[in-house]
């Protein structure tokens, strides 16, 4: 017999030699010439051999069976970076069982896993989903191996995080606009939203501003202990840009409630004080209340956009409405939507060419002290209903 000899009982691999029972070529003859495992004493055959896989040839007797692999989980999404910190289980893959778990070190590595013969082990991570839950997910699998220096990368991508916020209050907004338009910018995504890639959309119902600041923390502390960077946020609120009477606050505007002991609005100085969240290089945040992109009283040529712009400062693009928004079956034209909260059609919350957006002096009315002077203005349909382009803040 010539060639590598494989124990296929219980996997002994040696180099044939002299045959006398008892040295470490690992087999001898039976008396009808068949050669027989010196280890479980069962038969075995000449098999083909990997250079580097598999026990090495000369190792000890009490090293010899054993099969060993270190494992390296990296990003892949171009940096390459190892993942320090992450949760991981190695599990063999045939059996179902734990083989180690832990925390990546510095460098990546899981440690060295160690099994009696060559298996297919699957390397299991937790990630978060789109419930803000920690989950298990097979990002891929290695082979153990006895090369002391074999070091087997496994690299999986960093996922990003979309949110929105959509504003809910079942007094004001029965049709639940806020959410069916909040639920047509996610379906809209779904084409770029990759969830193989462990990307996550996370959608947050606000009602108070306690809601709205509460959650962004939320957001903030998920996000440093997984360590990805949001690419994209929309805002689906009220808002308001008060020039009068003087003294009146501008912002993000909720539903006051006693549980919230705050104004019910997030002015310009709270927006700026918001936790940084860490955005992708090729980030967009995107606010839809009411004038968002117009400057803001007291504030010179600012903006609500330009508080979230100056506040979440390594976020790529900030868009806002230049105008009132309003509610619209299309994206480019303005179309009246039904109260039925249960419409399925994609709703738009954007600003038009109607109603306040229209200039007024050409309906007859005018601004007095920045304040309009016609109560019943929302009352009167002009314009042509096209769409206002929004304010675009770019870095």
Known sequence: MSGPILCPSCSTVTTPGAVEWGRTNGYRPRTDGAPICHTCGNLVHSVSYTEGRGPSVGVSPKEKDKYDQQVLIRYKDGTRDPVKGISYKLIEHASKKALKEGETDEKGLTGRVTTEKPEAVDVIVLRLNDERQWVEKNIGSVRTDTRQDSIEAVEMYRGRIFFDFRYVNAVSDKPRSFIHAANTIRR????????????????????????????????????????????????????????????????????????????????????????????????????????????????????????????????????????????????????????????????????????????????????????????????????????????????
Request: with cysteine; aromatic share 12%; net charge negative.
């Open 188 to 395: 809209k995504a779904q084409s770029y939203v990759d969830k193989y890639r462990g990307d996550v959309w996370w959608a947050f119902e606000i009602t108070t501003e306690c809601e709205m600041t509460s959650k962004w923390q939320v957001i903030y502390n998920l996000q440093q202990e997984a360590d990805m960077e949001v690419q994209e946020g929309h805002i689906l609120t009220h808002a308001s840009k008060a020039v009068w009477p003087p003294g009146a606050k501008s912002g993000l505007e909720f539903a006051p409630r006693e549980e919230c002991n705050k104004d019910a609005t997030l002015t310009m100085r709270e927006i700026l004080a918001l936790p940084k969240l860490k955005w992708s290089s090729s980030s967009s945040l995107h606010l839809y209340g009411c004038r968002t992109g117009l400057p803001v009283y007291g504030w010179g040529d600012k903006t609500m956009g330009h508080a979230f712009f100056e506040g979440q400062d390594t976020v790529k693009t900030v868009t806002a409405l230049k105008g009132y928004g309003y509610f619209s079956y299309s994206a480019t034209t303005y179309q009246v939507i039904s109260d039925d909260p249960n419409d399925k059609r994609d709703i738009y919350l954007l600003a038009y060419n109607r109603r306040k957006n229209v200039d007024l002096t050409n309906v007859g009315k005018i601004w007095i002290g920045m304040k309009l002077e016609h109560d019943n203005i929302e009352e009167l349909e002009s314009g042509d209903g096209s769409l206002i382009a929004p304010l675009i803040l770019r870095r």
